[in-house]
């Protein structure tokens, strides 16, 4: 794949799981990637440039683009993974008012914060690849994560909106929708849907791998796989798409 080479990758929740295998396999085809989290402790291990901000404000999200365009350079390849799980969520008549708002804050609200100031400057480049890595809880709704689904099912709104905004200037936009991956996200899930259930954590990831018609679920490897493909020149006529990464399942 090409298209990536020397270009300025900004790739949110690289300290772990999808985000790190992406921010990884970007520099490995020669992008020069900016990670982004809020743990200096697992981006201090990734290898690559990086830096911690809060991307729930508008703060911590104008942070993170103004240090990436000082340090590296206009951004030119943004993936939008970060987020907050729903291993912690209630069915919706026991939902509490905090935890919606919280998921919204990181899930949506800062996509669009970044979004707003990195899509401006692909504008005035003429290009621009924008990847936002939703789920597919974003197209069919989960049991009891009512707000984890409609944060995700408006990054697929936002993903698509970059691409009518952006598409006559170069930039094109595309949501990725994993199913069930084995990151640390997933696993507390896991272990919160056994304890609820009175099973072991394994159990549950052996129902979950049953879902598809592999067998398995997915790797955040083969997310990545996606989404660079996404982000090179192969895909440029692949806008405003929701590609979903599930061993042909749709959840």
């Known amino acids: ?3 990536v080479e020397n270009r300025i990758a900004l790739v949110t929740g690289a300290g772990r799981g999808i985000g790190r295998e992406t921010a990884k396999l970007l520099a490995e085809r020669g ?7 809020r743990s200096e402790q697992e981006l201090a291990t990734l290898g690559l440039d990086y830096l911690v901000a809060d991307l729930s404000t508008e703060e911590g999200c104008v942070k993170a683009v103004t240090e990436t365009e000082q340090r590296l350079g206009p951004i030119a390849i943004f993936v939008c993974n970060h987020g907050l799980g729903s291993a912690h969520e209630r069915v919706i008549w026991e939902q ?3 935890t919606w708002e919280e998921t919204m804050r ?3 609200d800062g996509p669009f914060y970044l979004s707003r100031l990195i899509v401006r400057s692909m504008v005035g480049n003429g290009y621009g690849r924008c990847v936002y890595v939703s789920s597919t809880a974003g197209d069919v709704a989960e049991h009891a994560g009512s707000a984890y689904n409609c944060s995700k ?3 697929i709104g936002l993903a698509r909106s970059v691409a009518r905004d952006g598409g006559a200037h170069g930039i094109t936009s595309n949501a990725v929708l994993p199913g069930w991956v084995h990151t640390e996200m997933a696993n507390r899930s896991a272990r919160a849907e056994a304890d609820a259930r009175g ?3 394994e159990q549950v990831w052996e129902e979950r791998a049953a879902l598809y018609e592999a067998g398995r679920v997915a790797t955040p490897r083969e997310v990545a796989e996606t989404i ?3 982000v090179s020149e192969e895909a440029s006529g692949v806008s405003g798409q929701s ?4 061993m042909g399942g749709v959840s």
């Open 1 to 3: 794949m090409t298209g």
């Open 31 to 37: 992008a020069r990637v900016m990670g982004v989290a």
């Open 96 to 98: 509490d008012i905090a």
């Open 106 to 108: 990181i899930n949506l």
């Open 153 to 155: 099912a408006g990054l």
């Open 199 to 201: 099973i072991t954590p």
């Open 228 to 230: 660079a493909f996404l």
């Open 243 to 246: 590609v979903k990464v599930s």
